[in-house]
């Protein structure tokens, strides 16, 4: 088998699985789930005594404007301001009705605001109602026990307390527990029946979000945003066509369950069975979700509590495994998890002592590229010394182009006598792709470099390299500085790469440093940082090997 070949299929190959990721779908595909299971509706219960029953799935609203409740007096807006996010709870179904979080700017504007995770309106629902079945609503009034809750350094934790009694006798008390350095919130829901009859119904706590992903860079429209739970000890994402005909629900052991972007988590967490159902409706813009538990009934006097943890906050690795109940999961490198953790790990690391991320990208470049030297440097050699033995191959094609056969024989004795491996050059390539795609994936979900400069007009590693000019240039916007100066590291590293190839074949692969700078104008600045010093050190490592050769060749001289 003919090196170059070998060596240019592995490239086109590579171009065509980046390329295809790039326009279409992204590397992986959404984790398949459960069919759609029929919903059917809560039956009211005749008093007697009741045995375990088992819950019907929980009822979603239909997906569409809400109508604005009135009540008899206007509810009260109660402000949670803690040195992480400022929320704001509504007496109106005890819901939330906005989630900003402090330390993440909704956009890289010097002038925005902070992340806000609530994107719905009245007309589209609040997150974190409750409903008991079809005994207690979610659009009900509450009595809060406070005006404003503000926590620091000195005040850690706080609670706000709202409670509500329904004309069949239930009364329902929501206690919310704030901490000032978290992002978990503490809610424990209880029921009582006060009346005299037997009464039955199911927990549900509702989720509504309109799809907060893509605000910041044309590639993370590639990146999954949806419903998606940890069920069974297994990360569910579950695409909007899965339910854009009708409910959808996933049963069984949740961890959590809530909504995802590439780097915010609107996460229920049940506690003591609190939720055992999820399920969706909707479609890519709004989605509505409920966690439900089991079935319960309330003898005369009889109370129950549910407990659950919130989690509205960014999906930052390191944090989501302190805080556990696989919140970490929500963070889904895919086939490349392996190499893509410890590589964020790293890259943390290094810029824990180095404050800025551009410079932790170049020094595990530099890192990845030293253990990567000696498969490179015999990979090169190969590729040298395959050079060196064209025109032997020239001799023997030209003396056996009518017997392919022996024309084979003598071309793989000819391998064997000068010891080389036709397949040597593609090695190093091989090892890298992997590693690519991994760093791919921590660049483009990490949100430590999210909004993360580095220098000069660099001021994102996660979106494209961009130098405004003073106008836009058609489709770029600004000019790629960062990407140019990468296809031409690619161009001149083939120029010093020996080639074993014919004119035609030569031509083909001086012109894929054009496809890759074209691939790459969308890619986040922070991976095109990668390639352009893996290119570099690349050059590097080739003109040690010419100048070695040169000299070697020199004595033989």
């Known amino acids: 088998m003919d090196n170059y070949r070998a060596f240019l299929a592995i490239i086109i190959s590579f171009v065509i699985l980046v390329g295809y990721q790039y ?19 809560v039956e009211p219960v005749k008093p007697a005594a009741v045995q375990q029953v088992t819950a019907p799935l929980a009822a979603v609203s239909p997906v569409g404007t809400l109508p604005i409740q009135t009540y008899a007096r206007t509810p009260k807006e109660i402000t949670i301001e803690t040195d992480l996010f400022t929320a704001i709870m509504s007496e109106d179904g005890g819901a939330i009705k906005s989630f900003i979080l402090k330390k ?45 809750l503000k926590l620091s350094s000195d005040v850690s934790k706080g609670e706000l307390r709202m409670t509500t009694q329904a004309a069949n006798g239930l009364t329902v008390e929501r206690l919310y527990t704030f901490t000032n350095d978290s992002y978990l919130i503490g809610l424990s829901i209880k029921v009582k029946n006060t009346s005299t009859a037997i009464i039955q119904g199911l927990p549900q706590l509702h989720l509504v979000n309109k799809h907060f992903l893509g605000v910041d ?21 579950v695409p909007a066509d899965d339910f854009k005909d009708g409910p959808k629900t996933l049963q069984g052991t949740i961890d959590w369950a809530g909504y995802e972007g590439n780097y915010f988590l609107c996460g229920l967490l049940p506690i003591e069975g609190s939720g055992v159902s999820f399920t969706m409706q909707g479609n890519n813009d709004l989605t509505k ?26 999906k930052k690795l390191t944090m989501l495994k302190e805080l556990g109940s696989n919140l970490d999961k929500s963070i889904n490198f895919g086939w490349f998890d392996v190499i893509a953790k410890p590589t964020l790990w790293l890259l943390n690391w290094f810029y824990t002592y180095l404050h800025n991320y551009g410079v932790a990208i170049i020094l595990v470049t530099i890192l990845f590229k030293a253990v990567f030297w000696p498969i490179s440097q015999k990979g090169m050699k190969s590729m040298k010394n395959m050079q060196k033995l064209q025109p032997k191959m020239v001799k023997i094609k030209e003396k056996y182009k009518g017997d392919p056969t022996k024309m084979n024989q003598e071309v793989m004795n000819l391998y064997k006598t000068y010891k080389v491996n036709p397949l040597g050059g593609c090695l190093p390539m091989i090892v890298q792709i992997p590693v690519f795609f991994a760093l791919y994936k921590v660049l483009l979900m990490g949100i430590e470099l999210r909004h993360a400069p580095f220098m000069l007009w660099i001021s994102d590693l996660s979106a494209p390299d961009r130098l405004w000019l003073g106008f836009d240039i058609p489709y770029l916007g600004g000019l790629p500085v960062l990407t140019l100066l990468m296809g031409a590291s690619m161009f001149f590293q083939q120029k010093l790469s020996p080639s074993t190839a014919d004119p035609t074949q030569a031509k083909i692969m001086m012109f894929l440093p054009v496809i890759f700078t074209f691939m790459f104008l969308n890619f986040a600045s922070g991976l095109v940082l990668y390639w352009f010093v893996n290119n570099l050190l690349s050059i590097l490592q080739q003109v040690l090997i010419n100048r070695d050769t040169n000299k070697a060749a020199a004595v033989v001289a």
């Open 289 to 314: 979700m409920v966690l439900a538990g089991n079935l319960d009934t309330l003898q005369a006097g009889a109370e129950k509590e549910y407990k659950y943890n919130v989690f509205y906050g960014p």
């Open 217 to 237: 860079s044309p590639a993370e429209s590639f990146l999954f945003a949806g419903p998606a739970a940890f069920l069974n000890g297994a990360l569910k994402e």
């Open 104 to 148: 993440h700017k909704e956009t890289h504007a010097k002038d925005s605001k902070g992340m806000e995770l609530v994107k719905t309106d009245a007309s589209q629902g609040a997150p974190l109602q409750f409903s008991w079945g079809s005994v207690i609503g979610t659009q009900v009034l509450y009595d809060s026990d406070k005006e404003n």
């Open 23 to 41: 326009i279409f779908v992204g590397f992986d595909k959404p984790t398949s789930v459960e069919q759609p299971v029929q919903q059917q509706p």
